[in-house]
């Protein structure tokens, strides 16, 4: 039986939804150092918790995707 792959427009939305949620963490832990209200803080604290998990949920779909191109070892230079 053929094991479901995404195609590669999926793979890229996935990848994006797991830069957009490890943002979400980077500022969320940045900000708490400037709020002084313990409710907020307390609502970014609860953002960053959510986050990791959904984090975790996003990769452990992410590593049953293969890549049907190879993954570069190092960048491709764009000007040359």
């Known amino acids: 039986m053929n094991k479901p792959t ?3 427009h999926e793979s890229m939305e996935l990848h994006e939804a ?3 949620k490890t ?3 980077a500022k969320s832990k940045l900000m ?14 609860k953002d960053v918790t959510e986050s990791i998990q959904q984090i975790a949920e996003l990769q452990a779909i992410y590593a049953k995707a293969p890549f049907q191109a190879s ?3 190092s960048p491709t230079p764009i000007i040359h």
């Open 6 to 8: 995404l195609a590669p």
């Open 18 to 20: 797991l830069n957009f």
């Open 23 to 25: 943002l979400c963490i």
């Open 32 to 45: 708490q150092g400037l709020v002084f209200d313990q409710e907020l803080k307390a609502l970014m604290q």
């Open 71 to 73: 993954v570069p070892s």
